[in-house]
């Protein structure tokens, strides 16, 4: 009896040479395909999804979602028998068509697609894009577009292909980082005595300044005014909000204590006389 009732249901014609037992194989087998679709984005999200950043886990987990279901939709098709050649040749020509009318949202897909793989940022980094006169906080990577939040508290959209093309500057993958400033002293203060005070002044009142790597002092140039003094000092990258804004502040104060002067520009005229 189970016999008959399933030949009866593979000769039973609904349109196109579909029957109802073909039709029923390709229920079961996009049924199958879903169930499996979400086992492994669960199996993702559970074992691999962990080590990798936010965005590109949730990218990730969709693309083996719906490659699956993609691949069991032709499994389905070709089980059933559905003659798929005027569809693929309309879709081929419909795919030309989009794919010139959506070139930058293609590059920008694709570069999403690298910038994923190659991380060359993480969410939460600093980063500074000189290409775009851009310094921030990335916020995440999207499928077509990267986000950041400036030191303004802005946040700027960046398309995914400027991204991945631009020099991306890294402020935060070192442990460690420099500050530096220029300042310069009278031509008949001594350089050696402006150096040690200003390095006194640094180590005590900086403590988070480092001694290994230790301050760096270096005569720049021999100017219209001064002479100029570049100091270069190294310090953990969480204390750079800290230590950039008062370095100035602090080799000014050193050189005003010890009577060392920092002159301005000054131009002697000549009077010609008769």
Request: neutral net charge; glycine residues 8%; without cysteine.
């Amino acid at each position: 009896m189970p016999t008959e009732f399933f030949q009866n249901l593979g000769e039973m014609e609904i349109v196109g040479g579909l029957t109802v037992l073909s039709l029923l194989i390709g229920g079961i087998i996009m049924a199958v395909g879903i169930i499996v679709a979400k086992i492994a984005k669960l199996l993702f999200n559970k074992y691999y999804a962990p080590t990798l950043s936010k965005d590109t886990a949730q990218n990730i987990g969709k693309l083996i979602y719906f490659g699956i279901i993609i691949i069991s939709f032709l499994v389905f098709t070709s089980s059933t028998g559905i003659d798929l050649s005027g569809l693929l040749v309309a879709g081929g020509i419909f795919a030309v068509v989009i794919g010139f009318a959506t070139q930058s949202v293609v590059s920008n897909l694709i570069s999403g697609i690298f910038l994923m793989a190659e991380k060359p940022a993480k969410q939460g980094d600093t980063i500074q894009i000189p290409d775009m006169s851009i310094t921030g906080t990335l916020l995440d990577i999207g499928t077509f577009s990267s986000k950041l939040r400036k030191f303004d508290g802005t946040v700027i959209r960046i398309p995914n292909e400027k991204f991945f093309t631009a020099n991306i500057r890294s402020l935060t993958v070192s442990t460690v980082r420099r500050a530096d400033a220029t300042v310069g002293i009278a031509y008949k203060d001594d350089i050696e005595k402006a150096i040690s005070v200003i390095k006194n002044e640094i180590l005590v009142t900086m403590p988070f300044i480092l001694r290994i790597p230790e301050p760096e002092f270096r005569v720049e140039e021999l100017g219209d005014s001064s002479v100029n003094i570049r100091v270069l000092v190294w310090h953990p990258k969480d204390d750079w909000s800290q230590a950039q804004p008062i370095l100035l502040t602090t080799i000014k104060r050193a050189l005003d204590n010890s009577g060392i002067e920092i002159p301005f520009p000054q131009r002697v005229i000549w009077e010609a006389k008769d």
